[in-house]
Structure formats: C-alpha cells, structure tokens
C-alpha cells in the first residue's frame, strides 16, 4: 500500500464538498464495487474531482499535496457492524485530537460544520492521512477490498487524542550556556513540547555566569526538562525518530552535561543521534516559521558569538565575518555590571542586554558621541572591546563628577544606555550592509527578492531590528527574525536543526564513540579575507530610529 504525504488543509469544509461530488462512486464503486463506469472514466472522474479539492483549498507553502480522508470514505461507505464500530471508536479519538490552541476562523468553522472531518486541527490547519489503495481502488484499479481488509486498514490510523501522528519526531536537546532546554518537533515544524530552565536570576547575582555553577545548574534540571518536553508533547521515547544535541561551541562544562545526559539516552532507547552545532540552529530556525529558500544571509548576534554568514544548505555556510575579540551581548552585559543597573529598580530581573534597551528609552542617544569600531575597515568583522573600554573611562569620569561611588547609579545612565545601543547598532548594521553588497556583487544573493535573517539573544533588541530594517529597505532585501523567545537559546531549534539534518541525510550518528563536544568550533568556510580584499564602500545611511 502507497501514501501520499500529509497535507494541512485549513478550509475543512471543502472536502464536504468534494464528497458530495465525489461520494457516491467513490463509495459505491470502490467499497461495494458497482461497476456502473468503466476503469479509465473513473479514473478521469477521479481527477477531475481532484481538481475541484485543489479548487479553494489555501495549501500551507511547504505541503502541496492532495488529500481526502479515508475515514469519511469508509464512514459513507458503512460495509458493515465490524467496520463500523472500528469507524466510530477512531473518529471518536480523531476528534478529542482538536488542538486547543487552534484560533483560526477557518478551521473553527470546519469543527463546528464537520466535526468527524477534525481529525488534528493546529495553527496551520488540518493533517490528513491518505491511502493510495482506496484511491486506486476508486479508478478501478485495484479489486474490491474484503471486510478485514478494510478493518486493518482502519485500524491503521491510529489517532490518539490530542497528538499528531507524522513519520519523524525529534527531541533537542540545549545546555551550550546557561539555559537547560529540550523540545519535541515534527518534520512539519510543529512544536509538540517543550522546557526551559533559565539561570539568568542566580547568574545576576553573581555578576555574570560562573561555568561551574552553570554546569551544576544543568545537572540538577537536565532530566526534569527533558521529562517535562517529552510528557507535554505525548510523546513516548521510544516514538522519537532521533535525539538532537548542542556539542559545539558553547561552554565546555555546559556542554559535556547535555552531552553526557543525551549519550545514556540514546543509548537506552537505541536511537540515533545527531549532533548540533548551536550557531547553524540559530541560523536555521527562521525555517521553522518561514518559507525561506536558500541562500540566505544570515547575522547571528548573542552575548557569545557575532557573525555575518551566507547560508547555502543546512551544513553549507560561507563565513563572512565575526568578532574579533567579544560578543555584542558580552559588551552590554558588561556595561550595565559598569553602570549596577542590577540595582536600578527597573532592571533588577533583567539580563543586562535586556537592561540596557529599557534604560535607553529614558534617554538621549546624543547625549555621548561614541564612534562606531572600525570605520576604516572595509571587511564585515566586528570589534566591541574597545567600544566597552572608552565607556568605561567615561563611567569613571562622571563618577568622579557627580561624586559617587564605583557601584552607584549615575544620573546619566540612561543617557549612556540609549548612547552604546546606537552606536552599537550603527555598527552591526554598517558591517550587515557591506555583506550584502559583497553578496549581491558576486551574484551569492538574489538581486530583488534576497533575505537577510536575524537570531541570537541580541536579536531581540528592538532598536536593532531598526536599525537593520534601514539597510534592508535600503539594498531590496526582506528582514527576518524569529519571534524573542527563538532567538535566545532553547530546545525548539535544536530539535528543528536535527529534523533538517534528518531531511537531508546528514550527521546522523548510530554508533557515538568517540563523539565529544567543542567548546570553540568556527562556522563553514571563512571568507572574510575575501570580503575584505574587496573593501567595498558602503553608502552612508540615516540612522533614524
């Protein structure tokens, strides 16, 4: 027996329409065999109803196929009591499946019109299953299927409430920093469960985060967070397709806690195991969300890495810039240490990135003229050192002005949040301009339609975001980022990246001796010198933000 692949199809009641069409031979020809039309004018009628479901049905972009449930060809079809009963006790478990979280007025009419039709209803729509037998069946091509033909057939559908059934399952794992993550992800993109630890309070306290205390933290929550993404998604472990992991890079001590905890798994379940590098999942998560072909450009800012790089495949990445010396995310993090922003009653729970962006709201950006790192330099590298050092000089100048102690709040903090934000997002958005020009000299990106995607936990930054919606608009790109919590580190794009690798053959491991984690690993194939032998100029923008 053949299956077509699972279609989501948010306007139900169109298959109520193909059925009314297509009902009565489909029934009657296929299940109690009325010849009342030859092979090949069932087959062209078959088509041509084919047509009709294609007719007003809105196909999510990534799953263009045709469906129709067999559930409702056998329910119509009423071969007898044993089939039926098999009928009702599926249908009854396909529509306990109903997914809460579904808003969609299309898919809520579907419920409310057809409910035996809501089979797995989500975000996107409506999953199928299909047969090829009763398909063929219905153009003749095959004989009538017997009762316990159809009774097994039935029963191969096995609908449990309030899961979908799909080929591959993947559970991520993440403990690269200071966040223990894990979540269960389809082949479809739907996110089935998921579990976060963050350290970020214990780590405020401390002044930034202590790899042995980071490292402790996971080993007490590794096992909890990833019972809990597998219990939320109502998946058993021995159902997952295979267990994805952070090993590269990250922080040796939080690393070898994810590895060691994945390894027991995988060898417990017997399943197979695919090492992430956590840079490509970041890269690769804006394909979760969206239809993004590839190549694509992509900028990865967080408080541990900062690059530029062009995506070609899922392992295919042409490096075209990085820090030289400390993260963005680094930089402000240090900067509001500088300014005890933890003290600052508005910032106290924040992060300090995340202090900084609040902070400068309050204030004026033009108050400091801080220059952007490295205008001369005509490449896509970043440099943040030595930006963190002259606001440093200029947070011990007004100390001493205003008469206050190392560890007090200035009166123009905020004037210095709202002054390092600008400046460092001038700067991020100069090197992202310079890439895409470099790009699209050497025909790397589309000339009209190319995508520049934005992840990591800077990511987040609002203003940001601006300032490279500036470039954007400006070089006939399309901006994408992941919505906040995709862009800081969690389970989802682990668990996403080991499906694309899944998909695509690759770094599937079944024997992980000798597999060990990477506290530094680069990404792709370093062109930066390239990128700077070209010293492009980059036009001078406005940065109105």
């Known amino acids: 027996m053949l299956e077509l692949p699972t279609v989501s199809v948010p306007v139900a009641w169109t298959l109520t329409n193909v059925i009314h069409n297509l009902?009565?031979?489909?029934?009657?020809?296929?299940?109690?065999?009325?010849?009342?039309?030859?092979?090949?004018?069932?087959?062209?009628?078959?088509?041509?109803?084919?047509?009709?479901?294609?007719?007003?049905?809105?196909?999510?972009?990534?799953?263009?196929?045709?469906?129709?449930?067999?559930?409702?060809?056998?329910?119509?079809?009423?071969?007898?009591?044993?089939?039926?009963d098999c009928v009702d006790d599926i249908t009854s478990g396909a529509t306990r499946s109903v997914s809460a979280s579904c808003n969609n007025a299309a898919t809520d009419f579907a419920r409310e019109r057809t409910p035996v039709l809501a089979t797995v209803i989500h975000e996107e729509g409506i999953i199928y299953r299909v047969s090829m037998l009763i398909l063929n069946k219905a153009a003749g091509i095959f004989s009538k299927p017997s009762r316990r033909e159809i009774y097994e057939f039935l029963r191969s559908f096995n609908f449990r409430p309030g899961k979908v059934f799909l080929h591959k399952l993947v559970l991520g794992i993440e403990t690269s920093c200071d966040d223990t993550a894990a979540a269960v992800v389809d082949e479809t993109g739907n996110v089935l469960g998921e579990a976060i630890h963050s350290q970020t309070e214990v780590h405020l306290k401390t002044g930034g985060i202590v790899p042995p205390v980071a490292q402790q933290l996971h080993r007490e929550n590794i096992q909890r967070i990833v019972q809990e993404a597998l219990s939320t998604s109502k998946v058993s472990p021995s159902e997952l397709s295979a267990i994805a992991t952070t090993v590269k890079p990250?922080?040796?001590?939080?690393?070898?806690?994810?590895?060691?905890?994945?390894?027991?798994?995988?060898?417990?379940?017997?399943?197979?195991?695919?090492?992430?590098?956590?840079?490509?999942?970041?890269?690769?998560?804006?394909?979760?969300?969206?239809?993004?072909?590839?190549?694509?450009?992509?900028?990865?800012?967080?408080?541990?890495?900062?690059?530029?790089?062009?995506?070609?495949?899922?392992?295919?990445?042409?490096?075209?810039?990085?820090?030289?010396?400390?993260?963005?995310?680094?930089?402000?993090?240090?900067?509001?240490?500088?300014?005890?922003?933890?003290?600052?009653?508005?910032?106290?729970t924040m992060s300090g990135g995340k202090a900084i962006e609040h902070l400068a709201k309050q204030g004026n950006k033009l108050h400091f003229d801080f220059k952007p790192p490295m205008q001369r330099a005509k490449n896509?590298?970043?440099?943040?050192?030595?930006?963190?050092?002259?606001?440093?000089?200029?947070?011990?100048?007004?100390?001493?002005?205003?008469?206050?102690?190392?560890?007090?709040?200035?009166?123009?903090?905020?004037?210095?949040?709202?002054?390092?934000?600008?400046?460092?997002?001038?700067?991020?958005?100069k090197r992202t301009h310079r890439a895409i020009l470099f790009c699209k000299q050497r025909d790397l990106l589309s000339q009209s339609n190319a995508v520049l995607v934005v992840s990591g936990g800077v990511a987040s930054n609002l203003y940001i975001r601006k300032a490279l919606e500036i470039v954007t608009n400006a070089t006939q790109c399309t901006l994408l980022c992941p919505p906040p919590r995709l862009c800081t580190d969690n389970g989802i794009m682990i668990a996403w990246n080991g499906i694309e690798r899944l998909r695509a053959g690759l770094g599937i491991l079944h024997n992980t001796e000798g597999i060990r984690y990477e506290p530094k690993c680069p990404l792709g194939v370093d062109i930066s010198k390239e990128v700077g032998e070209a010293a492009i100029k980059v036009p001078r923008l406005k940065m109105k933000i």
């Not at 799953?63 to 129709?68: D, G, H, L, Q, V």
């Open 23 to 84: 009902g009565m031979y489909v029934f009657l020809h296929a299940v109690k065999g009325t010849p009342f039309e030859t092979p090949d004018q069932g087959k062209a009628r078959l088509l041509t109803h084919w047509e009709q479901l294609d007719y007003g049905v809105q196909f999510t972009s990534s799953r263009k196929f045709f469906t129709i449930s067999p559930i409702i060809l056998f329910i119509a079809a009423s071969p007898g009591d044993e089939t039926r």
């Open 250 to 348: 990250g922080l040796a001590l939080s690393l070898g806690v994810g590895l060691s905890f994945s390894l027991q798994l995988v060898d417990q379940l017997k399943k197979p195991f695919i090492p992430i590098h956590h840079m490509e999942a970041h890269a690769l998560t804006i394909r979760l969300l969206n239809k993004v072909e590839f190549p694509f450009l992509v900028l990865l800012i967080s408080g541990g890495h900062c690059l530029l790089a062009l995506v070609r495949g899922v392992s295919d990445f042409l490096l075209l810039g990085k820090s030289l010396d400390i993260a963005p995310g680094d930089m402000l993090d240090k900067v509001a240490r500088r300014l005890s922003l933890i003290k600052h009653p508005e910032c106290s």
């Open 380 to 429: 896509c590298d970043f440099s943040f050192t030595g930006l963190q050092h002259v606001i440093d000089k200029i947070i011990t100048q007004k100390e001493k002005e205003e008469g206050i102690q190392k560890g007090q709040i200035l009166s123009s903090a905020a004037h210095i949040a709202a002054a390092v934000q600008h400046t460092t997002a001038c700067h991020i958005a």
